[in-house]
């Protein structure tokens, strides 16, 4: 299959911290991705991320810190797709979008007076992951 990507695109973002957030924090990051759109020579992949903090001990209603992004990722190729090719844009819109998600988190934070926030990295597997945030500068 001959594959092109042909574009980008940020669709929504929404980031919130609560009153009284602190960091160190246990960080949650959530990948999702979704064939939007499949027609012959062409396909759009939407991916939702997010990223949500919670203070160890915290009521997470009160003391939280999110943000949510929704990329679309657009292919072109010859012919159609199979299922295994489906699986494979999938994978790669979600490896291809990460990146510029992990970018606006760390401005997001950045901007609400926060460390900026360098996310992990994204696993091929598309499920999600936590770890703790130790200190400050992470």
């Known amino acids: 299959m001959n594959l092109h990507l042909k574009s980008i695109e940020l669709l929504s973002l929404t980031s919130e911290k609560k009153s009284g957030f602190a960091l160190p924090?246990?960080?949650?990051?959530?990948?999702?991705?979704?064939?939007?759109?499949?027609?012959?020579?062409?396909?759009?992949?939407?991916?939702?991320?997010?990223?949500?903090?919670?203070?160890?001990?915290?009521?997470?209603?009160?003391?939280?810190?999110?943000?949510?992004?929704?990329?679309?990722?657009?292919?072109?190729?010859?012919?159609?797709?199979?299922?295994?090719?489906?699986?494979?844009?999938?994978?790669?819109?979600?490896?291809?979008?990460?990146?510029?998600?992990?970018h606006v988190v760390q401005t997001a934070t950045s901007d609400m007076g926060l460390p900026p926030l360098t996310i992990d990295l994204v696993r091929a597997t598309d499920k999600p992951s936590r770890r703790r945030n130790t200190s400050s500068e992470e």
Not at 61 to 76: C, D, E, I, P, Q
Not at 83 to 91: A, G, H, I, N
């Open 25 to 102: 924090a246990t960080i949650t990051t959530e990948p999702k991705t979704k064939l939007e759109r499949e027609e012959d020579g062409a396909a759009n992949i939407l991916c939702h991320y997010s990223v949500r903090a919670i203070p160890k001990g915290a009521n997470a209603a009160k003391a939280s810190m999110r943000v949510l992004a929704v990329y679309s990722v657009s292919y072109t190729f010859d012919g159609r797709l199979s299922d295994e090719s489906r699986s494979f844009l999938k994978q790669n819109a979600l490896m291809t979008s990460w990146p510029y998600f992990r």
